[in-house]
């Protein structure tokens, strides 16, 4: 399950040992094209990583804190520093191997 987060308790996904962050808006075509493969995503890799969708009209300074300059954007975070990230939509199979990598 992708969970809503927002500023105030952002340091739960920075507790994770893997954490995918989800910048988008709902205006946004793309992003909601990219939700349903991050709910699949996040129901086969459960234990193994946590994911969390950030709007970034209601989360401003989350998204100048990570330069977020276009959406949808994935910020995959390891023990809560950033090691990779992902622009645009992705289809799944890309993002499966990108998640495997980070855990592997």
């Known amino acids: ?3 809503v987060i927002r500023e ?3 340091g739960q996904a920075e507790e994770c040992a893997l954490a995918v ?7 946004c075509g793309p992003c909601k094209m990219l939700a349903p493969v991050l709910e699949k995503l996040s ?4 234990g193994k990583a946590e994911f969390f969708k950030v709007d970034v009209d209601e989360n ?3 998204a100048v804190r990570f330069a977020i300059q276009s959406i949808p954007a994935l910020i995959f975070l390891k023990n809560g520093k950033e090691v990779g990230r992902e622009i645009g939509f992705k289809p799944e ?4 191997s990108t998640l495997e990598s ?3």
């Not at 962050?21 to 205006?27: H, I, P, R, Y």
């Not at 199979?93 to 499966?96: C, K, M, N």
Request: glycine share 4%; proline share 4%.
């Open 60 to 62: 401003p300074n989350l």
């Open 43 to 46: 129901e086969e890799m459960k």
């Open 8 to 10: 105030a308790d952002f």
């Open 21 to 27: 962050l989800d910048f988008s808006a709902t205006w």
């Open 93 to 96: 199979a890309a993002l499966r």
């Open 1 to 3: 399950m992708v969970k």
């Open 102 to 104: 980070f855990l592997g």
